[in-house]
């Protein structure tokens, strides 16, 4: 429970919130105390210096100690206070309290001293009286007679009331804090929620994720960075399912094709060895023999292609070099077999063209689209290849006058295993590879590949863009 991330951000949620009230409390605390002790202070020497006026004239030849009590008495009253009127060896010369009081005795007190000594801010203090059982203020003033000190009134008074109200303040401060850390441990409990949710949420998720459950969403519910995060994730998740769906069916694509000729050669060779046949027959089978076996091999042969485009080989290194050379020698060998088939195959190729490519793939492009012109064209068309360099960029164009793609077949053709016509391509010998593995060799070169119509509006006509200068790594580099 101590592990979990709501717990942690409403434990400092609390202690954030309490100390900040602890601080304030003691803060307050001790303003307010300060203010109170100088509004007693200030009251006491008011009284005090009342006594002195009302007894100023009296401390001079014989003092009337009745008399000066009695002043004293007034004024202690009106402020509960007790008060001491001594001369200025310290002798009291009046006392507020009558039974039992002080007059007559020597008064040594610190406060007095430094009154008489006219140290009037130094003249107080506050003790802790064992007999009353309360902390006491006391301060004294000096009596002047012109610029005499004749005099000092003192006066003492209880500071119980001060400290009842500070006592009930505490009090009230406690449970203030005490409350608040019920009510912050809500607060944060649910602030937490907010932000532990969605990430139990994606938690949960990953964790179903991880034991094979790959169709996971979680909803997106805020805009920050866990909201971002979620978002990431769903993407995440979309695409692993997308490629793992894609290998599947790729597997299940690739089985299906590979039954077909090696059922028939199952069939073939079943025959040979069952039925006598004339030596005719035979050669017939052997020549359909040849025939499975050669479609087993270029299907292989291009499963292996395009398994070796996921991996970088190492023999698939860029380097700058000039593609014409390539493209000549591919293209000499495919005008034999255009010829065959009575199709012209012209091409026209600019002088030099240099691109950062990798050169075996390069030659694949062409061998793939104008292997597909010449299947796809039927005799006496004709094929043209161009080859420009522009600034940035090298443009091959295949164009065919054949039996064209329709338009809403001109992306899907680029897929794995896609065919237009299965029992035509088959005929011809075709797997569907091809235009997947060029379409494979442009991404990775960074380039475009597109159909348009052919020459005239009849035919086909693929065109690619290679950039000439591709990221200088050495590398292929994958950009899945
Ligand atoms: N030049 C073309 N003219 C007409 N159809 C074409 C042409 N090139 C490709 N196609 C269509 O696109 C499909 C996919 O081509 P490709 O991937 O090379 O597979 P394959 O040639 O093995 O059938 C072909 O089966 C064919 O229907
Ligand atoms: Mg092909």
Wanted: hydrophobic share 45%.
């Amino acid at each position: 429970m101590f592990n979990s991330i709501r717990t942690k951000l409403t434990a400092t949620y609390i202690m954030l919130i309490v100390a900040v009230m602890a601080f304030a409390a003691f803060f307050l605390f001790n303003v307010l105390n300060n203010y109170y002790l100088a509004y007693e202070y200030s009251k006491l020497q008011g009284a005090a210096k009342v006594v002195r006026d009302l007894v100023a004239t009296k401390l001079q030849a014989a003092p009337d100690v009745v008399d000066i009590s009695n002043q004293a008495e007034l004024v202690a009253r009106q402020n509960n206070a007790r008060i001491l009127i001594t001369d200025h060896k310290q002798r009291v010369l009046g006392d507020s309290v009558r039974v039992d009081g002080l007059v007559g005795t020597t008064l040594d007190r610190m406060e007095i001293a430094r009154a008489l000594m006219r140290f009037e801010d130094e003249a107080w203090s506050i003790q802790y009286s064992e007999l009353s059982e309360t902390w006491v203020m006391q301060v004294a003033v000096p009596v002047l007679s012109g610029e005499k000190v004749v005099g000092a009134v003192f006066i003492s008074s209880s500071l119980a009331e001060v400290y009842d109200v500070q006592k009930d303040l505490r009090n009230y401060i406690v449970i203030l804090i005490l409350l608040t850390i019920v009510f912050a441990g809500f607060i944060g409990h649910f602030l937490a929620r907010r932000i532990t949710d969605p990430i139990e949420s994606l938690t949960v998720a990953a964790e179903k994720m991880a034991a094979g459950d790959l169709s996971q969403y979680v909803s997106v519910r805020s805009r920050d960075e866990i909201g971002r995060l979620t978002k990431q994730f769903n993407e995440m998740a979309n695409r692993l399912q997308e490629s793992t769906r894609q290998l599947k069916d790729f597997v299940a694509n690739a089985s299906h094709e590979m039954r077909t000729p090696l059922t028939s050669l199952n069939l073939l060779v079943k025959s040979l060895r069952e039925y006598p046949l004339e030596q005719e027959e035979q050669d017939e089978f052997l020549a359909d023999i040849d025939q499975e076996l050669e479609r087993l091999i270029n299907l292989v042969e291009e499963l292996l292609d395009l398994s070796r485009l996921d991996r970088l080989a190492a023999e698939d290194t860029m380097m700058t070099v000039n593609v014409v050379p390539l493209l000549r020698d591919t293209l000499e060998i495919m005008q034999k077999r255009a010829e065959d088939k009575n199709i012209a195959l012209d091409y026209n190729l600019a002088e030099k063209a240099s691109a950062f490519v990798v050169p075996h793939q390069i030659k694949q492009i062409v061998f793939n689209l104008v292997d597909n012109a010449i299947k796809y064209t039927p005799e006496g068309g004709q094929i043209n290849v161009n080859l420009v360099q522009e600034p940035n960029l090298l443009k091959l164009t295949v164009s065919d006058t054949g039996i064209g793609i329709p338009y809403d077949q001109r992306e899907k053709v680029f897929e794995r295993f896609y065919r237009v016509d299965k029992a035509r391509s088959r005929e011809q010998g075709g797997t569907g590879l091809g235009l997947s593995i060029v379409l494979e060799i442009v991404k990775r070169h960074h380039g475009k590949v597109w159909i348009e119509d052919g020459p005239g509006g009849q035919g086909t006509t693929f065109i690619v863009t290679l950039p000439r200068l591709t990221l200088p790594t050495g590398r292929i580099v994958n950009n899945h």
